[in-house]
């Protein structure tokens, strides 16, 4: 048999290692861009040496070991805590939102239980069932936390009112009445030493998979094959026939400057006066080196037009009944499975993504070994379904 998979991310180039390490198969993988590794493609800059995450940071974090081990056959993880800032008119202060930034903000000396009480005095009562991500925010810490963190941020993220957001983005992120600045609940975090393309080149590295770059999805490549695994924008696979689904996209300017710019590896500007989200300083990434210069990348949100890279799926109302309708288009076609935060549409972090491949793939090779029918769909994304 011969397989193929379209995408050379995380989606893609786990589960085409997988099939090549567990079936005696042939696997082509194919990628629209120049290089591999999707979104979480690294490269080494030029001029100051830095690694750059070339699309965005990436700090890995998870609590399910089995990820965590798994990864870390193909790289060695540095220990790497995220704690980004905050920039607005009173200051700089931590995220996620925490005592230390209560009690900044309001210039309070609050210990936890009376900090937890005051977020209690100002948080909305009346809101009993957030229906968006704005009523879930003034039901969970107040309108002053919010306008101050949030409101801005949002718009400017993903491009509409919170009040067209639904309430689970706001529920991602944590409140916490402790000093405990992790932005992440993970056990495990880490960036890869090496940077992540080194993980793909090692994953893709086998004498059963081949691969081809520039190269677009086109409907006939799976003529071919025996199965085909899809890991690019749902609505492409279809030709948009639907219509086009909503996702957010992101562009930068870079500046290069000697010696430290930000002093910090990510601040985030949640005023709407200022145009762009956030500013990343790459080399604190990679803080077991030294460089010289510095580069930083200033970070812009905008709708995904018919040319641009997607980012983040909205799933907006009108998103979610589109997707519904894609979803059942996929259920009529023949040879394919669908997987990764593209070709399911659908919000996941790198670990999630690592998961549903690895799950993918089992749940595949055992139905090809059983004669039982090929699953459309990781498991857990079934199960989110029903």
């Not at 996702?247 to 949640?270: K, S």
């Not at 690895?358 to 857990?380: C, K, T």
Request: charge should be neutral; include cysteine.
């Amino acid at each position: 048999m011969r397989f193929l998979v379209v995408g050379s991310g995380f989606a893609g180039a786990v589960l085409a290692r997988e099939l090549a390490d567990h079936t005696d198969h042939c696997i082509d993988v194919v990628e629209a861009r120049d290089h591999i590794g999707g979104n979480c493609h690294t490269h080494r800059e030029q001029e100051t040496g830095i690694t750059v995450h070339t699309y965005g940071a990436h700090i890995f974090h998870t609590s399910d070991l089995n990820v965590w081990n798994y990864l870390q056959r193909f790289t060695e993880m540095m220990p790497f805590i995220n704690r980004p800032k905050a920039s607005i008119d009173k200051g700089i202060f931590s995220l996620p939102v925490n005592l230390h930034t209560i009690n900044q903000y309001f210039g309070k000396k609050f210990s936890p239980s009376e900090a937890r009480q005051f977020v209690d005095t100002i948080r909305r009562h009346d809101i009993k069932e957030p229906r968006n991500f704005e009523e879930q925010a003034l039901h969970f810490m107040g309108e002053e936390l919010y306008r101050a963190f949030f409101h801005g941020y949002t718009k400017k993220h993903w491009g509409c009112e919170p009040q067209q957001i639904p309430a689970s983005v706001l529920k991602r992120l944590p409140l916490r009445f402790n000093y405990n600045d992790n932005y992440y609940a993970s056990i495990y975090q880490g960036i890869p030493r090496d940077g992540y393309t080194a993980i793909f080149e090692r994953l893709l590295d086998h004498p059963r998979i081949s691969l081809s770059l520039n190269h677009r999805w086109q409907p006939s490549d799976g003529q071919a094959y025996d199965h085909v695994f899809y890991s690019g924008p749902l609505d492409g696979f279809f030709g948009h026939r639907r219509g086009r689904l909503g996702y957010r996209t992101v562009f930068w300017e870079r500046q290069i400057e000697t010696g430290d710019a930000l002093g910090h590896p990510g601040i985030n500007y949640p005023s709407l006066d200022v145009g762009f989200t956030r500013r990343r300083e790459h080399k604190h990434y990679e803080y077991w080196k030294q460089h010289e210069k510095t580069i930083v990348f200033t970070e812009y949100s905008k709708e995904t037009g018919s040319k641009d890279e997607p980012y983040y799926p909205k799933r907006l109302a009108a998103d979610k009944a589109l997707m519904h309708g894609y979803l059942g288009d996929c259920l009529q076609t023949d040879r394919t499975s669908f997987l990764g935060r593209l070709g399911l549409y659908k919000y996941m972090d790198m670990h999630q993504v690592i998961a549903e491949s690895l799950s993918l793939a089992r749940e595949f090779i055992a139905a090809l070994a059983s004669g039982q029918p090929r699953p459309i769909f990781p498991e857990a994304f079934r199960r989110s379904l029903s």
